[in-house]
């Protein structure tokens, strides 16, 4: 077995134990040991790694679902357990920051934006959709004040506790950025005519864990966004793969979409990110311009944007700093 194979077996193995060690806790709640085996988690799956999940064993396949799965489930109570300590506060937007991953809502947020206006020259969406937003709705939010200020946002969730969390701290007030935010209980696949409203439609990572449940939303999504509406998709890359679904790129293209740029971070931002846009009859046999690749090419993969060149210090930094102290309960 040479070197790589080794580092891959051996992630492979470390990653798997961590898994056992997870499916055996009494809750995914918050507390110490929750905290310390996905701190670890993520610290084995954040580097750059060779391992290809494709060439995963049965096995291994079906241990990394049960670990999304897993993820999944945490971080719903993870956001949940800071959405109500976030509530506690007379001014909760002013303690964003109190949520250990904040910063890399932000980052993904700006990164997801910066890859909008550059493949999609001259974006300025009147009414975006975030399907999946949970109880803390991190990105829509970025986007919505910082990035994309004269947008409507509507935010679909199946969980209609996580809505009434993400209405008390970011839709409450009746000016500024919450009058712009709204929220809705409902499953993507029951929305058909409320999806040709909307410009920009922004599809969460764990809409969709296995991947016939990931291209089933999007061709869903397909069928009825209009032509020319703008799709960002966030997937995984490598070991990162281990804790969010991979998006197949055909499956986007078969989903009745351009893929115009699929770009995988190396920085703070775990989620690699897809954008397409739906396709129309015209463009369907092949580009009519620079930005829209043919359909079945290889899809373009963007250099790393400004702020997330490299490893960045700041996220294995947070992530030893999670490793040795408890969550605030």
Do not use: W
Request: with cysteine; hydrophobic share 45%.
């Amino acid at each position: 077995m040479d070197a790589q194979n080794k580092e891959v077996a051996a992630l492979i193995e470390k990653i798997a134990g961590l898994q056992a060690a997870i499916a055996e806790l009494p809750s995914l709640s918050p507390s110490p040991e929750v905290d310390r085996l996905f701190t670890a988690l993520v610290t084995a799956c954040v580097p750059p790694s060779p391992v290809d999940v494709e060439k995963l064993s049965p096995e291994h396949q079906r241990m990394r679902e049960a670990l999304i799965r897993l993820c999944s489930a945490a971080e719903g109570k993870l956001e949940a357990h800071y959405a109500d300590l976030l509530a506690t506060f007379d001014n909760p937007l002013d303690h964003l920051a109190r949520f250990p991953y904040y910063s890399n809502y932000v980052n993904l947020s700006r990164l997801e934006y910066e890859l909008l206006a550059r493949h999609v020259p001259g974006i300025a969406p009147a009414r975006v959709a975030f399907v999946g937003s949970g109880p803390l709705p991190f990105s829509s939010f970025v986007l919505a004040a910082h990035h994309l200020p004269d947008a409507q946002f509507d935010n679909y969730d199946l969980c209609g506790a996580a809505n009434e969390r993400a209405r008390k701290l970011f839709g409450a007030s009746e000016d500024g950025v919450g009058a712009r935010m709204k929220f809705h209980t409902a499953d993507v696949a029951d929305l058909t005519q409320e999806l040709g409203a909307y410009d920009v439609v922004f599809l969460a990572a764990l809409v969709g864990m296995a991947a016939e449940e990931k291209a089933k939303v999007i061709a869903h999504l397909g069928a009825h966004m209009v032509e020319g509406a703008s799709l960002v998709v966030r997937s995984a890359h490598g070991a990162r793969g281990f804790l969010y679904p991979i998006v197949d790129p055909e499956d986007i293209r078969r989903g009745g979409f351009e893929v115009l740029a699929v770009h995988h971070p190396e920085g703070e931002v775990i989620n690699s990110v897809i954008v397409a846009r739906k396709a129309v009859d015209a463009q369907l046999s092949g580009p009519q311009n620079g930005d829209a690749p043919a359909r079945g090419a290889v899809p373009l993969v963007s250099p790393p944007c400004s702020f997330s060149t490299k490893m960045e210090a700041s996220a294995l930094e947070k992530i030893e700093e999670l490793a040795t102290k408890e969550l605030a309960f």
